[in-house]
């Protein structure tokens, strides 16, 4: 399925979550990740949080 980090689309399996996508986008390499990533509403989510067809997220 493919997601947008920030504004790149990004091709994941289904059930992957936003830390995956992260990881395929290549902003996800050092074990320490201070940015916070936030859906395309503003809504901060978590490394955890799954991930829809077509869903935008962005990491400021």
Request: proline share 3%; hydrophobic share 40%.
């Amino acid at each position: 399925m493919k997601v947008y980090v920030n504004d790149t689309p990004v091709d994941i399996l289904p059930g992957m979550t936003v830390k995956h996508a992260l990881i395929y986008a290549g902003l996800l390499k050092d074990r320490e990740f201070l940015k916070k990533v936030y859906d395309e509403w503003g809504n901060e989510i978590g490394l955890d949080g799954a991930l829809s067809e077509g869903a935008k997220i962005y990491v400021k």
